[in-house]
């Protein structure tokens, strides 16, 4: 194997011949040796393996590279990457940046300020504002150039001689600047001298720098730079400051947004204000109650009831103040001794309270003393409490707070539910909303009642049969039909027993043996079943064997199950879900249809609608509508003949009856009609006048006596 020199002739690369300091500019090179090489720029007298700023080559031909920050001579390079040796070279002058800035010669601290510049040497170079002075690569707030020519930059927060430059990303060189004064601005503050703790305070600015700077509320003292409460100046001149809860000196300062300096400051002292609540002296456990304060601060302040002796800040049952002056609250559902207490929103601060006692609630519940399981009760309560308690029925020993089908009190002092579907001893309990605490029970037994229901011993699959019942026990009760051993709580075809005691269900479409069972609404438990079997059903459906297309034919079946059930004519191989063509058979037992528009093999079908399940099939074979047909005879004639000829028809018959014809008749009239009709009497031919009228014709062979049609064929008169 002989190694492969690799000279300085195998690669042509391609750049400009000068180019701007730090800026980007399009290498080319043809052909690539490996996708690792190297196309880089550095010093024209730099080391052969020296990599500066550098691209792989990969499968390219062309790439960027960013001029250096140094102006003088340089060579862009293709350097394979086995042996870091240079195969190809183009020399490029680097020339200095010029760069043009523009901006104003005095801005305020803090503030927003346009300025531009131009050219764009590098998008990632930088905008910089800088104390002037500072090295030539310091960057401080600033932007990147991009692809624009002006910005926007928020001046530094201490007033003083600066620099706005214009900085190389390569090398961090700075190649424009332009001087700028910052000055402080002249910005007060006021409101008033003293506020409410927990209050809306009123304050103005004048002077505002910056949209992002801040009005904040602060303790005296407060270092500088930091805020508490505070809102943003945006382009107004007033807003609102939220009070501390805690009263004292405070200080109202505008605080710029850049560098957090304070700008202006005033005092103000924050004191408490006068409020009072009041409220009943006592009041029944779980009861709304009306409480009233006065002199409200905040509308977000609310009023609330707890325990003597909690710790301010904590709360339980409260309402909002809002703008108004009373409300309701709802008592807690334990007696003992409790403080209303009207507490501010901000802080959480107590500012007036009052006594309150809450006391036990005379109250009692009633009902039957027994009741049959998913009965509705009617039960009784006196003494409401709240227009939200409820009266409910648990087992006996259900653990406070639990519940089971129940009533809401509202305004009433009765009302009804249902019994559970279990029997056991249970209680009636009236119950408090606020809490779930029980204030009076009574026991009440929930017994099993007698049902019984009755059903055919076996029905059709698909049918409806009878079913009767004794002992209903609620209207929402409900009869149905399940596959013998279903679970409990299972149900397929069903109906309501509403106030009947007896009514029509539907088998379901797959034989074998069934319970019918009558089922509570309330917890879906069976109280009575009968046993019955679906049986197949035994019916089938006839068409003629051959028809044609476009026409009508008869369709009779043995036997309607359900006159919900339907006949179809689909073609054969169709899915047994195919309803293009059907009809509800109702309670008939045959019906004239359309025949289907194209010819073809098709399926008469009788189809169970429980289910869609077919029953019954026969095959017709429907033929072009203009073919001719063959049922016993067969008809000699030409297909087209002259109007008003006499044309020569004959046939074969393969049974002679009594009262056979040959019958001339428009395509649709009915079968025992036509234009003109000939007994065959035991002839093989005879001769027919055609029809004046130009047109399409059918000749038939009838049998009266039997009320058949043996033969048909079309003929054109023209």
């Known amino acids: 194997m002989h190694a492969i020199e690799v000279t300085d002739s195998q690669v042509e ?78 020399t490029v002058e680097v020339v200095a940046a010029e760069v043009e800035l523009t901006g104003p010669d005095q801005v305020l601290t803090g503030a927003n300020f346009q300025f531009g510049w131009s050219p764009t040497i590098n998008p990632r170079d930088y905008l910089t504002i800088v104390p002037a002075g500072a ?13 624009d020519s002006e910005g926007q930059l928020t001046a530094p927060a201490d007033a003083g001689i600066y620099e706005l430059r214009y900085v190389q990303e390569e090398g961090r060189n700075t190649v424009a600047s332009l001087q700028i004064e910052v000055t402080d601005p002249e910005v007060t503050i006021d409101g008033p001298a003293t506020a409410l703790s927990g209050s809306k305070i009123p304050v103005t600015w004048t002077g505002a720098v910056n949209p992002r700077d801040l009005v904040t509320l602060v303790p005296v003292g407060t270092p500088n730079g930091e805020i508490a409460t505070h809102i943003r100046v945006r382009t107004d001149d007033s807003g609102e400051l939220q009070a501390p809860a805690e009263t004292g000196l405070y200080e109202m300062r505008y605080v710029l947004e850049q560098g957090r300096k304070t700008m202006a400051t005033a005092p103000i002292e924050i004191v408490d204000g006068e409020v009072t609540v009041t409220g009943p002296e006592t009041v029944r456990r779980g009861e709304p109650f009306t409480v009233s304060w006065t002199g409200t601060i905040s509308g977000r302040d609310y009023i609330t009831i707890v325990p003597v002796g909690t710790p301010d800040g904590e709360y339980a049952n409260y309402l909002q103040v809002r703008a108004f002056s009373d409300g309701e609250l709802q008592a807690p559902s334990e007696t003992g001794l409790y403080e209303l207490r009207y507490v501010l929103r901000e802080g959480a601060k107590t500012m007036a309270r009052k006594p309150i006692e809450v006391v ?148 379901p479409s797959d034989t074998g043996v069934y319970e019918v069972r009558y089922v509570l609404q309330e917890g879906g438990k069976t109280l009575a079943s ?34 919900g059930d339907y006949i179809s004519v689909v073609p054969v191989g169709s899915p047994d879900d195919d309803f293009s063509q059907y009809f509800v058979v ?133």
């Open 13 to 90: 690369v391609t750049a400009p011949d000068q180019v701007t300091s730090g800026a980007k500019f399009v290498a080319g090179w043809t052909p690539t040796i490996n996708t690792r090489d190297f196309i880089t720029i550095v010093a024209a007298d730099a080391p052969e393996g020296e990599v500066g700023t550098h691209i792989r080559a990969r499968d390219d031909t062309e790439g960027q590279l960013t001029a250096p920050s140094a102006p003088g001579i340089y060579e862009v390079r293709y350097v394979v990457e086995d042996g870091r040796r240079k195969v190809g070279s183009k």
């Open 135 to 147: 090295p030539g690569n310091t960057v401080e707030g600033h932007i990147r150039a991009r692809t």
């Open 360 to 507: 036990d609630a005379d109250v009692t519940v009633s009902g039957p003393e027994s009741i049959q399981t998913g009965a509705t009760i009617t039960v009784n309560w006196t003494g409401t409490v709240s227009p939200r308690d409820y009266v409910t029925i648990v087992p006996i020993g259900t653990p406070e707070g639990e519940y089971g089908n129940y009533v809401q009190t509202r305004g009433n002092t009765d009302g009804q539910f249902k019994a559970p579907a279990e029997p056991g001893l249970y209680e009636l309990r009236y119950v408090l909303r606020e809490g779930g605490k029980t204030l009076a029970t009574q026991a009440i037994e929930v017994v099993q009642p007698s049902v019984s229901v009755s059903a055919p011993a076996t029905a059709v699959i698909g049918s409806n049969f009878n079913v009767t019942w004794t002992g209903q026990v609620s209207e929402q009760d409900y009869i149905t039909i399940v596959p013998k051993g279903t679970a409990e709580g299972e149900y397929g075809n069903y109906f309501v027993v509403r106030k009947h005691d007896g009514k029509e269900l539907t088998a």
């Open 530 to 563: 009968t046993d019955i079997e679906l049986v197949a059903a035994d019916v089938s459906v006839s068409g003629p064997e051959e028809v044609r297309a476009q026409s009508s034919m008869t369709v009779s079946w043995t036997e309607t199950i359900n006159t």
């Open 586 to 718: 109702r309670d008939q037992n045959s019906k004239e249809i359309d025949t289907p528009d194209a010819p073809g093999l098709y399926e008469l079908r009788y189809i169970l609608k429980e289910g869609n399940k077919v029953l019954a099939r026969q095959t017709i074979d429907v033929v072009d509508a203009n073919a001719a047909l063959s049922d016993g005879a067969q008809i000699n004639a030409p297909d087209s003949a002259a109007a008003g000829s006499t044309v020569s028809i004959s046939w074969s018959v393969e049974q002679e009856t009594a009262d056979q014809r040959l019958t001339l008749a428009n395509p649709d009239q009915a079968i025992f009609t036509w234009i003109t009709s000939q007994k065959m009497n035991g002839l093989t031919e005879v001769q027919v006048k055609m029809p004046d009228a130009p047109g399409l014709y059918e000749l038939r062979i009838l049998d009266v006596s039997g009320q058949a049609v043996l033969a048909q064929k079309m003929i054109t008169v023209e």
